[in-house]
């Protein structure tokens, strides 16, 4: 027996009828009014599992045994799995030059070094998933000096570790300089880095630069009990977008620490800083706050118990906080019970709590601005600092939808890694919940504090997240439960749009035909967004009161047909927040406009079929 199928050009292509393909082409013939060869977009993101492979899965998943088969697993069902790192035993006496490299464990590596330099240049740079562990490395090493430039530059997955590194080393220096820049969902964590140690001082020199998401740095117990150790963060999450640092127990009992933030979080979208007992009980600290956050969206900063009981403490915050929309700054116990400290805040940004904060002599608010957001907006330069971080053409009016217009289009790549749906033979055996995560960890090889710990939990609560007012939502892992959802909404006659490609991208198009779908009517469509998570994931979600649309791109100088695009108007925006992108783009606000925006590669809409 063999399936036929239509694909690119309706050409017809054979399938073996027990493969996952084969399953789902029987299963939307079955539910769907429509000839299949209408979805091969679909059917590109069905397992590509053969037959047998597909049984000899779904019988581990039945068995709770996948987790001793991942690595031939994942690869045979292009998946998104870290990679397991094996423990490294090799002997390094010389310095090394690193480049080329990727997903290393370095353990105990450098251990009682004597001066020299190890260089990590263009290491993991343009990978999708780097997982790079850094454990006791250095320790107990004299004047050893490490230097990590253009370090996992451009990655999409990075998650790397460095735990107990540089810990009792005496002198020498770390320096990391364009160290993540430009990468997808960075994970970063600093622990017990550089405790114990004698005047070994660390560079962040345009550190996590322009980086998306992410769980962004943890700097937990970072210098603790460290003596005369200086750290410089220049142009440290510059340009990030939604990045969050963690600073717990950072310079803990140090000895006349000297740090200096430089320009920290500077024109960063909505970056989210955690200062956790901070040079708690630290000896004649120098801390200098420069420019941070400075004209930024948004963002918030959290100081809890920061320099409490310390002695001869010294915190400069000069120009701090001065973002173009307004963020908040919580000081909780700040400085409690230090002795002979000196505070100055100059030129303070507005919308701060100062809680429990230390009323004694040695604080000084110079040019304390606690003016409105819209009056710091202007200053810093007028309107354009409102959508600043909103990419033009990212949301625009439904009066642009028409033929001849020349409109900048957004980035629509789709960023994340490549993966497929699992079958649903397979899918229907694994947990799907936040409760279960130990057990997600066990089988996908997710370590504690992970970046994929974080990437599963991440999903899983969006996707148990309570559904707004009128909304109706599924996630789903399998192309079979998406044609489920999409059929239960909109009926049985239904389509699925993308799309094209990603030509003009970046750049400004001209609008050539259009087509309103269901005859430019107001209807109700099915958005299907993805998730990051090890196997394709999408977010479902029902959207009323919309106008879908179909629209050949042009280049606007050949005037050649280089996309067909998909559109979609959102008419009723009055549940969304003030806050949204689109307001902050358009200009109005929640209930007042419609909202549109194109679809972007590899997401889609499903919605009732014109004929």
Same mark, same amino acid.
């Given at each position: 027996?063999?399936?036929?199928?239509?694909?690119?050009?309706?050409?017809?292509?054979?399938?073996?009828?027990?493969?996952?393909?084969?399953?789902?082409?029987?299963?939307?013939?079955?539910?769907?009014?429509?000839?299949?060869? =209408?979805?091969?977009?679909?059917?590109?993101?069905?397992?590509?599992?053969?037959?047998?492979?597909?049984?000899?899965?779904?019988?581990?998943?039945?068995?709770?045994?996948?987790?001793?088969?991942?690595?031939?697993?994942?690869?045979?069902?292009?998946?998104?799995?870290?990679?397991?790192?094996?423990? /490294?035993?090799? =002997?390094?006496?010389?310095?090394?030059?690193?480049?080329?490299?990727?997903?290393?464990?370095?353990?105990?590596?450098?251990?009682?070094?004597?001066?020299?330099?190890?260089?990590?240049?263009?290491?993991?740079?343009?990978?999708?998933?780097?997982? %790079?562990?850094?454990?006791?490395?250095?320790?107990?090493?004299?004047?050893?000096?490490?230097?990590?430039?253009?370090?996992?530059?451009?990655?999409?997955?990075?998650?790397?570790?460095?735990?107990?590194?540089?810990?009792?080393?005496?002198?020498? /220096?770390?320096?990391?300089?364009?160290?993540? &820049?430009?990468?997808?969902?960075?994970?970063?964590?600093?622990?017990?880095?550089?405790?114990?140690?004698?005047?070994?001082?660390?560079?962040?020199?345009?550190?996590?630069?322009?980086?998306?998401?992410?769980?962004?740095?943890?700097?937990?117990?970072?210098?603790?009990?460290?003596?005369?150790?200086?750290?410089?963060?220049?142009?440290?999450?510059?340009?990030?977008?939604?990045?969050?640092?963690?600073?717990?127990?950072?310079?803990?009992?140090?000895?006349?620490?000297?740090?200096?933030?430089?320009?920290?979080?500077?024109?960063?979208?909505?970056?989210?800083?955690?200062?956790?007992?901070?040079?708690?009980?630290?000896?004649?600290?120098?801390?200098?706050?420069?420019?941070?956050?400075?004209?930024?969206?948004?963002?918030?900063?959290?100081?809890?118990?920061?320099?409490?009981?310390?002695?001869?403490?010294?915190?400069?915050?000069?120009?701090?906080?001065?973002?173009?929309?307004?963020?908040?700054?919580?000081?909780?116990?700040?400085?409690?019970?230090?002795?002979?400290?000196?505070?100055?805040?100059?030129?303070?940004?507005?919308?701060?709590?100062?809680?429990?904060?230390?009323?004694?002599?040695?604080?000084?608010?110079?040019?304390?601005?606690?003016?409105?957001?819209?009056?710091?907006?202007?200053?810093?330069?007028?309107?354009?600092?409102?959508?600043?971080?909103?990419?033009?053409?990212?949301?625009?009016?439904?009066?642009?939808?028409?033929?001849?217009?020349?409109?900048?289009?957004?980035?629509?790549?789709?960023?994340?890694?490549?993966?497929?749906?699992?079958?649903?033979?397979?899918?229907?055996?694994?947990?799907?919940?936040?409760?279960?995560?130990?057990?997600?960890? &066990?089988?996908?090889?997710?370590?504690?504090?992970?970046?994929?710990?974080?990437?599963?939990?991440?999903?899983?609560?969006?996707?148990?997240?309570?559904?707004?007012?009128?909304?109706?939502?599924?996630?789903?892992?399998?192309?079979? %439960?998406?044609?489920?959802?999409?059929?239960?909404?909109?009926?049985?006659?239904?389509?699925? &749009?993308?799309?094209?490609?990603? =030509?003009?991208?970046?750049?400004?198009?001209?609008?050539?035909?259009?087509?309103?779908?269901?005859?430019?009517?107001?209807? =109700?469509?099915?958005?299907?967004?993805? /998730?990051?998570?090890?196997?394709?994931?999408?977010?479902?979600?029902?959207?009323?009161?919309?106008?879908?649309?179909?629209? %050949?791109?042009?280049?606007?100088?050949?005037?050649?047909?280089?996309?067909?695009?998909?559109?979609?108007?959102?008419? %009723?925006?009055?549940?969304?927040?003030?806050?949204?992108?689109?307001?902050?783009?358009?200009?109005?606000?929640?209930?007042?406009?419609?909202?549109?925006?194109?679809?972007?590669?590899?997401?889609?809409?499903?919605?009732?079929?014109?004929?």
């Amino acid at each position: 027996m063999q399936v036929v199928l239509g694909g690119v050009g309706d050409s017809l292509v054979s399938e073996n009828p027990f493969t996952p393909k084969a399953s789902v082409i029987r299963y939307w013939n079955k539910e769907i009014r429509r000839e299949i060869t =209408k979805t091969h977009f679909l059917l590109s993101k069905v397992s590509p599992l053969t037959a047998v492979d597909s049984a000899s899965f779904s019988k581990l998943a039945a068995q709770n045994d996948l987790a001793s088969h991942l690595p031939s697993f994942c690869s045979s069902a292009k998946l998104f799995c870290f990679p397991d790192l094996s423990p /490294s035993l090799e =002997k390094h006496p010389k310095d090394e030059r690193f480049a080329v490299y990727s997903n290393m464990n370095f353990s105990n590596y450098g251990t009682d070094r004597l001066a020299g330099v190890d260089s990590f240049k263009k290491y993991s740079e343009d990978s999708n998933i780097v997982v %790079d562990s850094f454990h006791r490395y250095s320790r107990d090493s004299t004047g050893h000096k490490e230097q990590f430039a253009n370090y996992a530059s451009e990655g999409n997955v990075v998650d790397q570790n460095f735990h107990s590194y540089a810990a009792s080393a005496t002198g020498g /220096s770390g320096n990391f300089n364009n160290y993540n &820049r430009e990468v997808n969902n960075p994970n970063l964590r600093f622990s017990s880095y550089g405790d114990d140690s004698d005047g070994h001082g660390q560079t962040f020199t345009q550190y996590t630069e322009n980086a998306n998401a992410g769980n962004g740095q943890s700097f937990s117990s970072y210098g603790k009990n460290g003596n005369g150790v200086p750290n410089d963060f220049s142009s440290y999450g510059k340009g990030a977008n939604v990045i969050g640092s963690g600073f717990s127990g950072y310079g803990e009992a140090a000895n006349g620490a000297n740090d200096s933030f430089t320009s920290y979080g500077f024109d960063s979208n909505s970056p989210q800083n955690t200062f956790k007992s901070y040079g708690d009980g630290g000896n004649a600290a120098v801390t200098t706050f420069s420019s941070y956050r400075d004209q930024s969206n948004v963002g918030d900063d959290s100081f809890q118990s920061y320099a409490k009981n310390s002695n001869g403490e010294k915190v400069d915050f000069s120009n701090y906080g001065q973002s173009f929309n307004e963020g908040t700054d919580k000081f909780t116990g700040y400085g409690q019970g230090a002795v002979g400290q000196s505070i100055g805040f100059k030129i303070y940004g507005r919308n701060s709590t100062f809680k429990d904060y230390a009323k004694k002599e040695g604080i000084v608010f110079g040019r304390y601005n606690n003016g409105s957001s819209s009056e710091t907006a202007q200053v810093k330069g007028g309107s354009s600092a409102v959508n600043k971080w909103v990419e033009p053409g990212k949301f625009f009016r439904e009066k642009l939808l028409k033929q001849g217009t020349v409109m900048p289009m957004p980035d629509i790549k789709d960023k994340m890694p490549v993966r497929s749906f699992l079958p649903r033979t397979i899918v229907s055996k694994l947990p799907f919940s936040s409760s279960k995560i130990g057990e997600l960890k &066990r089988i996908f090889h997710a370590g504690d504090n992970s970046t994929l710990e974080t990437v599963m939990l991440d999903a899983l609560k969006e996707c148990e997240r309570a559904p707004s007012p009128g909304e109706t939502k599924r996630c789903v892992g399998s192309a079979e %439960d998406m044609i489920d959802f999409a059929t239960s909404v909109l009926g049985r006659n239904v389509e699925v &749009r993308t799309t094209e490609n990603v =030509k003009g991208s970046k750049q400004n198009i001209k609008i050539g035909s259009v087509k309103g779908i269901n005859g430019g009517k107001v209807t =109700k469509s099915v958005s299907c967004h993805q /998730s990051l998570y090890p196997y394709l994931l999408y977010y479902c979600h029902s959207v009323p009161e919309v106008r879908v649309y179909e629209a %050949d791109i042009l280049d606007p100088k050949s005037l050649e047909k280089i996309n067909h695009g998909v559109a979609i108007c959102h008419l %009723d925006t009055s549940s969304w927040s003030s806050n949204h992108g689109a307001f902050l783009a358009l200009g109005s606000g929640p209930g007042r406009i419609e909202v549109c925006h194109w679809i972007f590669e590899n997401d889609m809409t499903w919605t009732i079929s014109d004929s």
